[in-house]
């Protein structure tokens, strides 16, 4: 199947799709800014320790473990749960040319889950644990099937604009969501409710926005009829044992996801270690974090957009590479921000908000050109796979760097490597040969 067959013939029909499209970003980002990011962690990590024992330990399935890393161990196993099913969903995709079902089934399950948090009460950890498994893991293969659409319904020359949009929504739901939910927690004396029915609320209505908004997506992409091709009759796995042995021939491909698992890495970490930065080292105060978490929601719809922009002019490519060094500029500003400060934390915080989306952004847009025709939600999986299942390099340099110096302003600055050695790669990596080796037309500016 060229990738010419698989656009919308009209122009009109492709711009509705796109903003179908949009609108599943728009759903399941309020789950991963209000739930994963902001309340779940530290009230599920309560719930645990309700039903710890005197030595502060909790028992799932036997087995002993400190219920302050209860969150932080359920998520790790969320991400293996994705890892397995990811190339297992993408194969099926590929194969039967249906992604919009897998995407329906797959977002109304992870969507029910985050609903069934409001029942997370009392000492219900393990209720907890698996609620967060199961919507972390289908989040993440809806994700890898909703970026699989991009190729298909964005021509080449305005894929880096569709893909920054996309982001865009994301992040201005997610702010949209966050302010409504801080003001329920922060006044919840006022509205009658305690602080923890507060939080389950919060935690539930982001399970209900992503269940009703996927509607919209689910309304307006279509589905393409796949091309027949050898070993489309083969098992998930073996499927997926094919597309790594094809991936492997396509290795300018594979050079530019090692660039972007390194540099991803890096990005992850700092989104995810930043409050710790700012709660230990620079003393700063929950409501204080909680606030810059939400300045860069709003400006990463700005950063994703006008970054969207810059690509059009400079390409992705080299605007990718401009971010990186933007990254790294301002953890090199972070290393000096003085403690108890909490101004320096916020423009640090809009520094990372303008680089955030347009880096993720145009990241997708740029593989979505190196992904053969036909195989983009295998291609894809592995794309999501090296965004989740190897996240962890980074925060394991962050711990040992603290361990070994004491210092959290020693843990920050060592992220330096992650883009840097990334910056070095993706240069290296050259993407318009990349894209005709995998079978697609080469836009004007890349």
Not at 403 to 409: A, D, F, K, P, V
Request: net charge positive; glycine share 10%.
């Amino acid at each position: 199947m060229g990738s010419t067959d698989t656009l919308v013939a009209d122009a009109t029909d492709r711009r509705r799709e796109q903003r179908g499209w949009y609108f599943y970003d728009w759903a399941c980002s309020v789950y991963s800014t209000s739930v994963l990011t902001v309340f779940l962690g530290p009230y599920l990590t309560s719930v645990a320790e309700n039903a710890a024992d005197a030595d502060g330990y909790v028992h799932p399935l036997g087995v002993p473990v400190r219920a302050g890393s209860f969150f932080a161990y359920s998520v790790s196993l969320s991400v293996i749960v994705a890892v397995v099913l990811m190339p297992l969903v993408g194969a099926a995709a590929d194969r039967s040319g249906r992604k919009k079902p897998l995407l329906g089934i797959t977002a109304y399950i992870g969507a029910a889950a985050t609903l069934g948090m409001f029942f997370l009460a009392g000492d219900r950890y393990l209720l907890g644990g698996l609620l967060l498994i199961v919507a972390n893991a289908a989040q993440a293969v809806s994700m890898m099937l909703y970026n699989a659409y991009l190729p298909q319904i964005a021509g080449p020359e305005e894929r880096d604009a569709v893909s920054s949009r996309g982001w865009a929504f994301g992040y201005a739901a997610g702010s949209i969501v966050l302010v409504v939910d801080l003001v329920l927690y922060l006044a919840h004396d006022s509205f009658g409710v305690s602080e923890s029915t507060a939080v389950r609320i919060c935690l539930a209505s982001a399970g209900l926005w992503w269940g009703t908004f996927t509607l919209i997506p689910l309304l307006r992409l279509r589905d393409r009829p796949s091309a027949p091709r050898a070993g489309a009759s083969a098992p998930g796995l073996r499927q997926f044992a094919a597309t790594i042995r094809d991936m492997r021939r396509h290795r300018l491909t594979l050079a530019f996801l090692l660039a972007y698992l390194i540099y991803n890495d890096g990005i992850q970490t700092v989104i995810s270690q930043a409050s710790v930065y700012g709660s230990e080292e620079l003393g700063l105060s929950q409501s204080t974090l909680i606030g810059a978490v939400l300045l860069v929601q709003v400006l990463a719809v700005a950063g994703a957009l006008g970054m969207g922009r810059l690509a059009r002019t400079y390409g992705a490519k080299r605007t990718i590479l401009g971010s990186l060094v933007a990254w790294t500029l301002t953890l090199g500003a972070g290393y000096f921000l003085p403690a108890g400060k909490p101004v320096g934390f916020f423009l640090l915080a809009a520094a990372i908000g303008m680089v955030l989306g347009g880096s993720q952004a145009l990241s997708r847009s740029l593989f979505s050109h190196l992904v053969p025709p036909g195989k983009e939600a295998e291609y894809f999986s592995a794309y999501e796979m090296s965004d989740r299942g190897m996240s962890w390099l980074g925060p394991l340099l962050f711990g040992i760097t603290y361990q070994l110096t004491g210092s959290y302003r020693d843990a920050i600055i060592s992220l330096v490597a992650f883009f840097v050695l990334g910056f070095v790669l993706l240069a290296r990596v050259p993407v318009g040969r990349a894209i005709r080796d995998a079978g697609n037309p080469v836009p004007e500016r890349i």
